[in-house]
């Protein structure tokens, strides 16, 4: 079964306008996925869409909340994570082969899993495989796998952001790794010195260390829940 992916949404819409460039997007189930995920660890149920938050979250996976809201999502990203475990039982190859066959026909800038992660060795090298077949288009990541990354010299068109917030933090500081670090307001971004992404320019196209400010659905009575509270309220301010 061919891969299935997405056209760009959100605040993606505005890099590839800025930019002029055809944008689409890949994805695999939240959290199931996310063998470095720490902070972020959410599950979204894949027959009833449940969320379950892992035993150290302090934010929700935006993408689990959108799995449990909308059943079509669910079917699609797991039918894709089917296929690639399949495909990935006759080896690196012939899963590289699948997300070729897959890839829509035009696009310029692949986000690589809007939700899910690189889960395995095997799997990372096949993306690493799919670069390298595609040169002039850029594959861009934000991963907290990063146990797997430190494995490999990425080719230049596979963008990687390290995500902070995992199992596998440690390894951004040893490497110099670009890093995404969640804020809950635009002042903690201030205090770190970040500017914060808000089209994935600096994600895909960036060098520096950045920020992203909290967003989706968070758990009640959290402290990212209050964030949010707080953040959606100036913003309804600032439209007034």
Not at 34 to 58: H, M, S, V, Y
Request: glycine share 6%.
């Amino acid at each position: 079964m061919k891969l299935k992916f997405k056209n760009a949404n959100g605040k993606l819409k505005k890099m590839a306008q800025k930019l002029g460039v055809t944008l689409k997007t890949f994805t695999l189930p939240a959290g199931y996925t996310c063998p470095g995920a720490k902070d972020c660890l959410a599950f979204a149920d894949r027959k009833t869409g449940k969320i379950k938050d892992g035993e150290q979250t302090e934010f929700r996976c935006f993408m689990a909340s959108l799995e449990a809201t909308f059943p079509s999502l669910r079917e699609m990203v797991w039918n894709n994570l089917t296929s690639i475990r399949s495909a990935l039982k006759n080896g690196v190859d012939a899963c590289a082969d699948l997300i070729c066959e897959s890839l829509p026909k035009k696009f310029d800038v692949m986000r690589v899993h809007v939700g899910g992660d690189y889960f395995s060795r095997e799997y990372l090298m096949a993306w690493i495989e799919v670069a390298k077949r595609n040169p002039d288009k850029v594959f861009y990541s934000y991963s907290k796998s990063l146990h797997f990354m430190a494995e490999f010299a990425l080719p230049e068109n596979l963008v990687l952001t390290a995500s902070r917030g995992g199992k596998h933090d440690s390894l951004i500081d040893l490497h110099g790794w670009k890093e995404a670090v969640v804020v809950y307001s635009e002042e903690e971004a201030d205090e770190l010195g970040l500017e914060i992404d808000h089209d994935d320019t600096h994600a895909a196209f960036g060098n520096d260390h950045f920020a992203l400010l909290i967003h989706g659905t968070q758990p009640k009575g959290s402290a990212a829940s209050e964030a949010l509270k707080v953040l959606k309220k100036l913003a309804k301010t600032a439209s007034v």
